[in-house]
């Protein structure tokens, strides 16, 4: 069972539309993170968060950007779309210390 | 630059093998090590979690050592199923204490009947 929602599973849309990417965890974990990931590579940090008010970008840089005003979302957005911006977003959960990430199943972004 | 290499050739092995998954590092000095597996589609699944004073870790039918000497990791799965089959990514601390992992590209096991 998930334990982390990621909503639109799939997404299709135009150039230059403004989007949000939803991301909701029920497990009250204070660190949340977002991770892009091109078919065949590796996945890359872009922006995480240690808690509410707590936002961070991560090592690669994005145009996105995201907000933690209650524990439990995590929403990404992208105020307008390009064909660039064309990936697999992912979103994950984890407890202080040092502890495995739980990951959502993605949203898969396409701008035409 | 810290770097983390996984063996992008895929892994092809006949069902009740054991199969040996490397990951090597170079400037890190990692607390500790992850591996995930990750279906095509979806996101990763946590399977591990070993720390630098662990040499090895074991769940199940998954084996992780971890030598800080060599930089290296080795992921095993002994008596594999064609259910095995997918993409194993290894992870690691990207800065201390910050919990930033920062993946592998991932190796494909692929587990053939």
């Known amino acids: 069972e998930a334990d982390i929602y990621q909503t639109p599973r799939y997404l299709v849309i135009g150039t230059g539309k403004k989007i949000t990417l939803e991301c909701s965890q029920t497990?009250?974990?204070?660190?949340m993170y977002w991770y892009q990931q091109d078919p065949g590579m590796e996945l890359h940090l872009i922006h995480y968060?240690?808690?509410?008010?707590?936002?961070e970008k991560g090592d690669l840089s994005s145009e996105s950007t995201v907000s933690r005003i209650r524990t439990e979302h995590f929403p990404l957005t992208l105020e307008s779309a390009r064909p660039s911006h064309t990936s697999q977003y992912l979103c994950?959960?984890?407890?202080?210390?040092?502890?495995?990430?739980?990951f959502g199943s993605g949203t898969r972004l396409t701008v035409v | 630059s810290q770097k983390i290499e996984q063996n992008s050739e895929a892994l092809n092995i006949q069902e009740g093998k054991t199969a040996t998954l490397t990951c090597n590092y170079t400037n890190y000095s990692p607390a500790y090590l992850q591996w995930y597996r990750q279906d095509p589609g979806r996101g990763p699944v946590f399977l591990l979690l070993?720390?630098?004073?662990?040499k090895e870790k074991r769940k199940e039918r998954l084996k992780v050592t971890f030598d800080t000497t060599l930089k290296q990791s080795l992921f095993h799965i002994t008596a594999s199923q064609p259910a095995d089959s997918a993409t194993y990514l290894c992870?690691?601390?990207?800065?201390?204490?910050?919990?930033?992992?920062?993946f592998g590209q991932g190796t494909t096991l692929q587990v053939k009947p």
């Open positions: 968060s240690y808690g509410v008010n707590s936002t």
């Open positions: 994950a959960s984890s407890e202080q210390g040092a502890y495995g990430y739980t």
């Open positions: 992870a690691l601390e990207g800065s201390s204490n910050t919990g930033k992992l920062i």
């Open positions: 497990m009250g974990h204070d660190k």
């Open positions: 070993i720390r630098e004073n662990e």
